[in-house]
């Protein structure tokens, strides 16, 4: 067990002449809720991408828990405990909502193949499954809807529903990337519980976020991401007050134009 | 007495019903597939003539085809043109594996099976340490080659003439020579084939093919190893593919290049796409309703082709997404005709 779940060192990610990320290291300590904040086009979400292995590093090594993850595929890096979100509703459209659930338990489901074509047995490892999953579908609030096809959720409701696939993987670190858009304030409110409740079973939690005030409230420390760089990192109150910041991303309220 | 211990065999007991309650379910499954058998058998005697049950065996042996193309199109997700090739391979080899090293049939259908399986699933290894978009190319290799081998190598497989005097079916010395007796052999294979698409179409591998066609990112990040699971889906279709490939060859009696064309791989995949992408019932009752149309409308020569075209465009305009998808919006109003009667 190391100190920092995980670790960035010098990692850069080129796109042809584009310098998306440039020279990034960071930690995140166990346990922590971090937010990553920054202008549109700041590298976000590549970063998110270098760290699932969407993307490839021009320079630069990722640690999950102290083990070199960035030459892995994307599914052996969740097998190291990796789990995210995606920006835009990221759910299996013609599976139910329960299904849905389901693919996340793929790491931890014991069934093989053999037992899916033994009568009996396959029925009562399915009903176990079925019982976490609606445990998790619980928890965002999607327990009615879990018969229905993903694909006639709202858009909020997709959200959360990739949410809870990703939070049945039982990760270690979880990446989430803009939570709360698309989301209305009852669901926004419901999530927060649900990120903190996350970090409670002892879940590092890495998120995206425009949405201040929550980032504000649920975060214990904020990264501020420009043009690829980490130009400052600390407690929320103390980036707020950081001028770089304002002058690249908050900005302030009743400024000279 | 402490409490625990009088508590414990009621605990045994309820723990003892819920198992045995899952493995009633299992047998009713099993109970209704076998329903589903007797009825097929029951069907024999009402076939007016030769014709129809020919046509039956057809469909059948091509509905197995058509689940293992739904394993790999409909499940997974991969565009494959060497569905008609492992067929052929399937056909093929049950065949000289009867005629010239004298293997039973269940020996010889197993091998085809078997064989069907491996191919397919080199050519998954292959298509797969590529891009997906180039897939396509991959399998039409195998097509290509299959076929250049079927013509050229006509010592062992009749060459372009064809492969004359396939033996027929046989089991434990019971010979499927006429087509009812056929019939009845295909029945149960045809049943169980349906039984483990379905089974399979449920479970946690299933269920991750499903995935990585619907959405490969949060597959991925489920921890699924998309690349096994297609190459899994090409093993597995190929198996049906080279059963179906085996019937063909023992029901028909002859093989030659033409009957494993192109236009077979292609008609499979239309199949599967009209009975709705990943639904089993879908696929097969596609089948059923392709097989007999087409054999309705040959009367009118190379026309059928025209007729296909517009049926095929008829079924995108009414139901895009397959016959399958039919089925929830005609339950409902089924119910309420039945309801309106009582």
């Known amino acids: 067990m190391t100190e920092h779940l995980l670790e960035l060192r010098n990692v850069s990610v080129r796109f042809g002449g584009l310098q998306a990320l440039d020279d990034v290291s960071l930690t995140v300590p166990r346990g922590e809720i971090r937010a990553v904040i920054g202008p549109n086009g700041s590298g976000k979400t590549t970063l998110l991408n270098a760290i699932s292995g969407f993307v490839r590093l021009a320079r630069g090594e990722i640690l999950l828990d102290g083990r070199a993850i960035h030459r892995l595929p994307s599914h052996r890096r969740v097998q190291a405990g990796l789990a995210r979100t995606f920006q835009s509703a990221s759910v299996f459209g013609e599976l139910d909502l329960i299904d849905n659930v389901r693919v996340g338990l793929h790491r931890t489901d014991p069934h093989s193949l053999i037992d899916a074509f033994i009568p009996g047995r396959n029925e009562r490892l399915s009903a176990e499954t079925r019982r976490t999953a609606m445990d998790h579908l619980r928890a965002v609030g999607l327990d009615t809807h879990a018969a229905s096809l993903a694909d006639s959720l709202a858009y909020g409701q997709q959200r959360l529903l990739d949410f809870a696939r990703a939070a049945a993987t039982k990760p270690a670190l979880i990446l989430l990337d803009e939570p709360t858009a698309g989301l209305n304030s009852t669901e926004i409110e419901r999530l927060r519980g649900d990120i903190r409740r996350l970090r409670d079973l002892n879940t590092t939690v890495v998120l995206i976020e425009h949405h201040m005030p929550f980032v504000m409230d649920l975060c214990d420390t904020v990264t501020v991401l420009n043009f690829g760089r980490v130009i400052a990192s600390g407690r929320p109150a103390e980036v707020r007050a950081d001028p770089a910041v304002v002058a690249s991303y908050l900005g302030t309220r009743g400024a000279k134009p | ?342």
Request: hydrophobic content about 60%.
């Open chain 2, 1 to 342: 007495m402490p409490a625990n211990l009088r508590i414990a065999p009621k605990v045994r007991r309820l723990a003892d019903a819920y198992d045995s309650s899952f493995r009633v379910q299992g047998l009713a499954s099993i109970a209704r597939y076998t329903l589903l058998i007797v009825v097929l058998w029951s069907l024999l005697p009402l076939f007016p003539a030769q014709y129809q049950t020919r046509l039956a065996n057809l469909v059948l042996v091509q509905a197995i085809a058509a689940l293992g193309v739904n394993i790999i199109l409909g499940y997974a997700g991969l565009i494959s043109i060497a569905h008609a090739a492992t067929m052929a391979i399937g056909a093929y080899a049950s065949a000289l594996l009867m005629m010239r090293l004298e293997w039973p049939f269940a020996a010889a259908f197993v091998g085809a099976c078997v064989l069907g399986a491996l191919v397919s699933a080199v050519v998954g290894i292959l298509g797969t340490r590529i891009q997906t978009n180039y897939f396509l190319l991959v399998t039409l290799a195998l097509a290509g080659s299959v076929r250049l081998i079927i013509v050229n190598e006509s010592g062992l497989t009749g060459g372009p003439t064809g492969l004359f005097g396939v033996p027929p079916a046989e089991l434990f010395g019971w010979v499927a020579e006429s087509d009812s007796a056929f019939y009845m052999l295909v029945v149960p294979i045809a049943a169980l084939a349906l039984y483990l698409a379905q089974r399979l179409r449920v479970s946690r591998t299933g269920r991750a093919m499903i995935a990585l066609r619907l959405n490969e990112p949060a597959a991925l990040m489920s921890g699924i190893d998309v690349k096994r699971y297609r190459i899994a889906a090409m093993a597995l279709g190929g198996a049906y593919l080279g059963a179906s490939g085996s019937l063909f060859a023992h029901l028909v009696r002859f093989l030659g290049p033409e009957s494993f064309s192109l236009s077979l791989a292609l008609l499979l995949t239309l199949m599967v796409v009209v009975g709705g992408i990943g639904s089993n019932a879908g696929t097969v009752l596609s089948v059923a309703v392709l097989v007999v149309v087409t054999a309705q409308i040959q009367d009118v020569g190379n026309a059928w082709v025209f007729y296909y075209g517009v049926l095929i465009m008829a079924m995108l305009v009414v139901a895009p997404r397959g016959l399958a998808s039919i089925v929830p919006l005609v339950r409902p109003r089924l119910a309420a005709l039945v309801g309106r009667r009582r």
